[in-house]
């Protein structure tokens, strides 16, 4: 492939996919290269042959580094058969929560000053986002999300689910803590108290 052909327009790498530890660094390559090559619906329909031939590898990595990045939450995969055969006919990736969660096409689209590249604005909205604006005792919020980010996408979502519910009725909470010991101490876990009292203590 030349470089004529090569992508000339922004990737975007969210941060959850940049600080993961369960990913290799040839995956998280990959995942901004599917961010890039996303159509108006958030759609990737790059084939594993045409991302080999981009970074001069094997299709069977290219496959290898498809399934963490789904094993792992940050992308789906579909896969569509020609009719009454197991031959692939079309496969789509698609970026999942945590990743973009608005609709781009090609790159980035923003201009920046002092680059003549098109890029585009879309707001990259992270899980934490989601978890800090349920979240009632806004405190330190920089360390909040370090914790936050070191999380697993499950341990992620648990969180952001029990939050939901655990403070829904603030006068039912005994005491907020904040998010960071929320987050390491996994209060997810902890039994909600029911117990009616007067008053709610941030700490």
């Not at 108006?40 to 580094?65: P, Q, R």
């Not at 349920?134 to 969180?159: H, V």
């Not at 904040?178 to 996994?186: D, V």
Request: glycine content about 6%.
């Amino acid at each position: 492939m030349t470089n004529k052909e090569k992508p000339t327009y922004y990737a975007i790498l969210t941060a959850d996919v940049r600080y993961s530890t369960k990913l290799k660094a040839n995956e998280k390559l990959l995942f901004a290269e599917i961010t890039a090559l996303s159509q108006k619906d958030g759609t990737c329909w790059a084939s594993n042959k045409y991302f080999a031939e981009l970074y001069g590898v094997s299709t069977v990595s290219i496959s290898n580094w498809v399934t963490n990045l789904v094993k792992y939450g940050f992308v789906s995969r579909t896969i569509k058969y020609k009719d009454g055969t197991k031959e692939i006919d079309k496969r789509y990736i698609r970026i999942l929560g945590g990743g973009i969660k608005e609709n781009f096409k090609g790159g980035i689209k923003e201009n920046f000053k002092d680059n003549n590249t098109r890029v585009n604005n879309t707001r990259v909205i992270s899980a934490f986002d989601d978890f800090w604006k349920e979240y009632p005792n806004k405190a330190n919020k920089k360390k909040a999300r370090t914790s936050f980010d070191r999380l697993t996408k499950t341990k992620q979502k648990l969180a952001i689910e029990d939050i939901k519910t655990r403070f829904i009725d603030i006068d039912n909470v005994r005491y907020v803590p904040h998010a960071t010991t929320y987050i390491n101490g996994e209060r997810w876990e902890d039994e909600k108290t029911t117990t009616k009292i007067e008053g709610v203590t941030f700490v």
